[in-house]
């Protein structure tokens, strides 16, 4: 039971990832008194905790967060890791103030505060800006639950590397660049490997000179309401920098189609049925995790809804969210040019 009076701050920012990070210095130069709340025990946490081989899609020359450039080469692709250790640096370079494992629980508004509630303490805030990103709750299919036990399986979220999963052959399911990433490393390494996805893909390269057309362009800023926005959004995701010609014309990768039904061992596909997985990878994406807000930003779906960040209700504002504004809004070298903008209509 919290006892203790609220902590009463001018803004709260949820979430210290990089879209909080990039908040955070805007809000610095406006001498705004705020706080940082997340959930991890460290900065970069996401991050880091990803699998092994991961890479940033986008050259370090694009990856820099606003005030401080991204060491290292300019037309290197960082790794996790790396990633993670810039954001620590950031952090500490501009001093900005965190509370580390503090998950809230619930987030309403009293008369013109916000109440923002986590298990030991209650805030009060003028504003709330909510940065948890774009990925929440691991999604697995239904068909994932009538699976026998003593088939292994796992979400990308959690997966590192191939010494989690058994000997046998390995399933991925899910066609967006993690699942694609995933797959090519299991197979390069000469694992049996059978992939499942829905459609076809589509790949397109990620040399240094691609991105950096992409972003002096101005082509991944396209506003989501953009023709050029609209279209990209139509065609859905698009695998980058993997040579997937390269990939499907490896022999020991058998691609299957969709998965249509799962009972116990023996799994149905488009193309083929199978009853000798031993692993199963399910790189099916994310589910939005709102149920903490207790405001009406959402419609009659469920669906968050934002005026390109700003909601309906005065003082609660997102960075960071999946096509806030632009492609750009869940890149690192987007990310601050949404965090400005939601700055700049802050409630002083």
């Keep these: 039971m919290i006892l203790q009076s609220p902590i009463l ?75 993670a250790a810039y954001l620590k640096q950031y952090a500490k370079h501009f001093q900005v103030p965190i509370r580390h494992n503090t998950s809230v629980k619930n987030l309403k508004k009293e008369n013109d505060l916000f109440v923002i509630e986590t298990k030991d303490e209650v805030y ?52 967006g660049n993690s699942g694609v990433q995933i797959v090519e490393e299991l197979v390069n390494e000469g694992k049996e490997v059978c992939f499942s996805y829905r459609g076809q893909l589509k790949g397109i390269g990620n040399n240094p000179f691609f991105v950096w057309l992409s972003f002096v362009s101005g082509f991944v800023f396209a506003s989501k309401n953009s023709f050029v926005g609209k279209f990209i959004i139509k065609k859905g995701e698009v695998i980058i920098g993997t040579d997937l010609r390269k990939l499907f014309g490896k022999p020991n990768l058998n691609q299957v189609g969709a998965l249509l039904e799962a009972e116990k061992n023996v799994l149905q596909f488009e193309r083929i049925q199978l009853n000798d997985i031993e692993n199963i990878i399910w790189a099916t994406g994310y589910t939005a995790d709102f149920n903490w807000i207790q405001l009406p930003i959402f419609d009659a779906k469920g669906n968050l809804e934002t005026d390109y960040g700003v909601t309906k209700v005065k003082g609660l504002y997102f960075v960071g969210s999946a096509w806030q504004r632009s492609r750009a809004s869940w890149l690192i070298g987007g990310v601050s040019r949404d965090a400005k903008y939601i700055a700049e209509r802050i409630d002083l």
Aim: proline share 3%; glycine share 10%.
């Design 9 to 83: 701050k001018h803004t709260i920012v949820i979430g210290a990832g990089q879209s909080g990070l990039a908040i955070s210095y805007f809000l610095k130069k406006k001498s705004i008194d705020y706080l940082v709340l997340d959930e991890g025990h460290e900065v970069g946490h996401s991050w880091a905790n990803r699998y092994d081989s991961l890479k940033l899609f986008t050259n370090i020359r694009h990856d820099s967060l606003v005030g401080l450039d991204f060491p290292g080469d300019k037309n290197r692709y960082p790794t996790k890791d790396e990633t």
């Design 124 to 175: 009060q805030a003028k504003n709330v800006i909510i940065c948890t990103g774009a990925f929440h709750m691991p999604f697995i299919p239904e068909c994932g639950k009538k699976i026998n036990t003593n088939i292994f399986q796992i979400h990308s979220k959690d997966y590192k590397n191939s010494l989690q999963l058994k000997k046998g052959k390995i399933l991925v399911v899910g066609g």
